[in-house]
T-cell receptor, first 110, second 117 residues
Framework: QSALTQPASVSGSPGQSIAISCTGS?????????VSWYQQHPGKAPKVMIY???NRPSGVSNRFSGSKSGNTASLTISGLQAEDEGDYYC??????????FGGGTRLTVL | QVLLVQSGGGVVQPGKSLVLSCAAS????????MHWVRQAPGKGLEWVAV??????????VDSVKGRFIISRDNSRNTLSLQLNSLRADDTAVYFC???FGGGFDLWGQGTKVSVSS
């Protein structure tokens, strides 16, 4: 199972909006609505930000939103804040009954 | 308090074995599938294994098939990962995680495994 494809890095200024893409195939993202997104800060465990494509867990800011079109999912962060800086990973369920992660995207808040 | 607390890990020689444990509290452990995810130094997250809520099904990433064994004890709210025939490329921080909505909504603190002679 090949890793999902994410951009290595994205950046934005405080208050701006950014989007991180996650591209898979008909064997994962394109066939299931089990895409989730995680934020990770150095030395810490990941934290779920979005699950099942567009659902936000309680306690996660409504500045975070998720969507999917075909084989590509996206995480959008609006009103960027300094605390949003970190690494972001997508993951999807696959037709092998397994899960696959994206390579990760480093978000820098300028 | 809803928690996953990990133990085990350490430095081990290539070819040897190690057991990682993950103790759950604050939720109905037996109702959820549980996963292991790892992260090699300076690298991204890699899904490793899943075990169904009742332990009836276990699945692994290809690179650990035949070497790692995931198990659970629902009477003790404990998840385990037995790592056999360890290789240098198994060196990573290993996380246990609870599944919800097709994703992972609760994570352990991580435990480091270093495979080195």
């Amino acid at each position: 199972q090949s890793a999902l494809t994410q951009p290595a890095s994205v950046s934005g200024s405080p208050g701006q909006s950014i989007a991180i893409s996650c591209t898979g195939s008909n064997s994962d993202i394109g066939n299931y609505n089990y895409v989730s997104w995680y934020q990770q800060h150095p030395g810490k465990a990941p934290k779920v930000m979005i699950y099942a494509v567009s659902n936000r867990p309680s306690g996660v800011s409504n500045r975070f939103s998720g969507s999917k079109s075909g084989n590509t999912a996206s995480l959008t962060i609006s009103g960027l804040q300094a605390e949003d800086e970190g690494d972001y990973y997508c993951t999807s369920y696959t037709n092998n009954n397994t899960w696959v992660f994206g390579g990760g995207t480093r978000l820098t808040v300028l | 308090q809803v928690l996953l607390v990990q133990s085990g890990g350490g430095v081990v020689q290539p070819g040897k074995s190690l057991v990682l444990s993950c103790a759950a509290s604050g939720f109905m452990f037996s109702a959820y599938s549980m996963h292991w995810v790892r992260q090699a130094p300076g690298k991204g997250l890699e899904w490793v294994a899943v075990i169904w809520d009742d332990g009836s099904k276990k699945l692994y990433v290809d690179s650990v098939k035949g070497r790692f064994i995931i198990s659970r004890d629902n009477s003790r709210n404990t998840l385990s990962l037995q790592l056999n025939s360890l290789r240098a490329d198994d060196t990573a921080v290993y996380f246990c995680a609870k599944e919800f909505g097709g994703g992972f909504d609760l994570w352990g603190q991580g435990t480091k495994v270093s495979v080195s002679s």
